[in-house]
């Protein structure tokens, strides 16, 4: 979608193997996800046979190279990827954003060719589950702020500290954490660290009770003098922070194509429970004022999904990024934000009970304006990118 092609003209159609993955992802998330959402939902169950299987169809390794063990994909097929699994269960597409986007592609983006030999094609099949851990309780939307701390001793780096909201943290075999290392040197005295959850020194804290998103596990990490070996060092002494910068570039995007998904799922539920409810002796799809609603979410989500697609061609052509996967995560998360909200408006009362799935849609998708930055942040972003012109 969206490619040059003879004469200059921009093509906006799907490639053959962009509609194949679709129809495939769409397929697994129906038959493998579908029938198990709500009991994931309401028991806050990790459906770690699901990312099993996910692995090994080689959709967690989705962007990286096959001599680490991806599928080697541009980015617009991992939107994809992200959106099909999103449409049906929200909390599935983060589980899958987090482990790839963030965890796995700061090995890719910074790790030497050992890190990436070791680990990445674990990550990929799915023998590992991965996190990411930035935030901490007093550094989030200010990420400079941190607090956790590695002092270097001897032939090792000794982490203390803790983070929170970190995605997959209860059930990942890898972490990679961001720690300060040179408090003087502020953005340019953090590092970033690949620790491995069975390190001694490293335990789970507590496992949030959350209002949506409630199979993907979100919890703390705490780090009491957790020793790790000098190659533990991921990239660059103190160019962690920046490091991430990157990293969220390419997470953005992917937080933009779960947020489509979510809207195209309450969508979908909407515009079916349209031809089907009768009021007043009618479909209430003929009324115009339910018509007008169903119009502006498919405008709204076709908007958004150009803004994402560019951003992810973009990201796959090797170009920068910053302001475009902001744009798309901005408008992408308030989009999904409204068009659930008018999917339970056109349910009535019956979008405001669990036997409809627009109830946890309303729930699950608030997180996409707040997480890899909220959208404060993205329009800070997007000015300083602006006024840089």
């Not at 169809?57 to 080697?72: I, K, N, T």
């Not at 990679?176 to 069975?198: E, K, L, Q, W, Y």
């Not at 169903?294 to 052509?317: E, G, N, V």
Request: charged fraction near 25%.
């Amino acid at each position: 979608m969206g490619r040059l092609e003879g004469g200059n003209r921009l093509r906006f159609d799907y490639s053959e193997d962009h509609k194949v993955l679709r129809n495939a992802v769409r397929e697994f998330a129906e038959a493998e996800i579908a029938p198990q959402v709500m009991i994931w939902d309401e028991e806050q169950i990790f459906p770690m046979d699901c990312v099993k299987k996910l692995g090994k169809l080689g959709y967690l390794g989705a962007v990286f190279p096959e001599s680490l063990g991806g599928a080697e994909l541009d980015y617009i097929s991992y939107c994809i990827i992200i959106e099909e699994l999103s449409r049906v269960d929200p909390s599935v597409g983060l589980i899958v954003a987090a482990h790839t986007s963030l965890c796995a592609n700061h090995i890719y983006l910074a790790g030497s060719e050992e890190q990436k030999q070791r680990y990445l094609p674990r990550l990929s099949a799915g023998e590992y589950i991965g996190c990411w851990s930035l935030t901490e309780p007093e550094a989030g939307s200010d990420a400079a702020g941190t607090r956790t701390k590695a002092v270097k001793r001897g032939e090792c780096w000794v982490l203390d500290g803790a983070k929170t909201f970190c995605t997959n943290a209860h059930y990942a075999d890898v972490c990679v954490a961001m720690a300060v290392t040179d408090r003087a040197a502020s953005h340019h005295g953090i590092s970033a660290f690949i620790v491995p959850t069975n390190a001694e020194g490293f335990r789970l804290g507590k496992k949030e009770n959350k209002l949506g998103m409630r199979a993907s596990a979100t919890g703390e990490v705490i780090f009491e003098n957790c020793a790790l070996p000098a190659t533990q060092l991921l990239g660059k002494a103190g160019e962690g922070f920046i490091d991430s910068l990157r990293i969220l570039d390419g997470g953005r995007i992917s937080i933009a194509a779960l947020s489509i998904g979510i809207a195209q799922g309450a969508y979908d539920a909407a515009l079916k429970y349209s031809k089907q409810r009768k009021q007043f002796g009618r479909f209430i799809s003929e009324f115009q004022a339910i018509q007008h609603k169903l119009a502006d979410m498919a405008t709204s989500i076709d908007a958004a999904r150009l803004l994402t697609y560019r951003a992810a061609w973009m990201h796959s052509a090797g170009k920068k990024v910053n302001k475009e996967s902001a744009m798309a995560k901005l408008y992408a998360s308030e989009m999904a934000v409204r068009c659930a909200d008018e999917a339970l408006q056109i349910h009535g009362g019956y979008g405001f009970i669990k036997d409809y799935p627009v109830e946890k849609f309303y729930r699950d998708v608030k997180l996409c304006t707040i997480g890899e930055g909220t959208s404060e942040i993205q329009r800070l972003v997007i000015a300083r990118q602006l006024l840089k012109d």
